[in-house]
Nanobody, 122 residues
């Protein structure tokens, strides 16, 4: 089965930066859209950013200009560069990947990472 392994979370001060990464492993053909979501304490999970296989990106308004999503298709890895972090960015961050496991039926299935904690505080 497919596994998404996240890394890069931790604690930083306001204004600091972190880079998250998420690598997919297992048996599959193609990874389509990949994305990052986050769940702040006591809140619902929300979209942070997505990126297509061709590199088209989409960002939540709250992170535009501060976060950058990227991917390395050869490494089956998606990244989230997080700059100018503030306490409202504190959350568990999850990566997601829409993965095609076989040619037939050729359907995308969503897979999720285990989540990594990002804490921004003084």
């Amino acid at each position: 089965q497919v596994q998404l392994v996240e890394s890069g979370g931790g604690s930083v001060q306001p204004g600091g930066s972190l880079r998250l990464s998420c690598a997919a492993s297992g048996s599959f053909l193609v990874i389509n859209v990949m994305g990052w979501y986050r769940q702040p304490p006591g809140n619902q999970r929300e979209l942070v950013a997505t990126i297509t296989r061709g590199g088209r990106t989409n960002y939540a308004d709250s992170v535009k200009g501060r976060f950058t999503i990227s991917r390395d298709n050869a490494k089956n890895t998606v990244y989230l560069q997080m700059n100018s972090l503030n306490p409202t960015d504190t959350a568990v961050y999850y990566c997601e990947a829409a993965i095609v496991k076989s040619v037939n039926p050729g359907l995308s299935i969503d897979y999720w990472g285990q989540g990594t904690q990002v804490t921004v505080s003084s």
